[in-house]
């Protein structure tokens, strides 16, 4: 399966945004996805799951704030990011996999990352 990330972009504090992921080759009725992020100089770290049943889990970070969600007849995973802080600027990055879980090893198949950036 290959992954397109998209729906990034600069807000104000406060502010939201939804990241888009549109899997090609492939459907993610069969897959775990996964949302990460990356800001230069540090790990890439997990923020958002979502099990093949729709189950979901966060990162406290994000916690009431953000919601995965996907849909399964477009192959689209979405992040829908509220009450954007500072702390949360960073490079996005979508992930599926069979089996998925909490950490980046557990991902075989990543897209490219989209920026979202949040001014104080």
């Known amino acids: 399966v290959q992954l397109q990330a998209s729906g990034g972009g600069l807000v104000q504090a406060g502010g939201s945004l939804r990241l888009s992921c549109a899997a090609s080759r492939g459907t993610i009725s069969s897959y775990v996805m996964g949302w990460f992020r990356q800001v230069p100089g540090k790990e890439r770290e997990f923020v958002a799951i979502?099990?093949?049943?729709?189950?979901?889990y966060y990162a406290d970070s994000v916690k009431g704030r953000f919601t995965i969600s996907r849909d399964n007849t477009k192959s689209t995973v979405y992040l829908q990011m509220n009450s954007l802080k500072p702390e949360d600027t960073a490079v996005y990055y979508c992930?599926?996999?069979?089996?998925?879980?909490?950490?980046?090893?557990?991902?075989?198949?990543w897209g490219q990352g989209t920026q979202v950036t949040v001014s104080s």
């Open positions: 992930a599926a996999d069979p089996r998925g879980g909490y950490s980046k090893q557990n991902y075989n198949y």
């Open positions: 979502n099990w093949r049943r729709d189950s979901t």
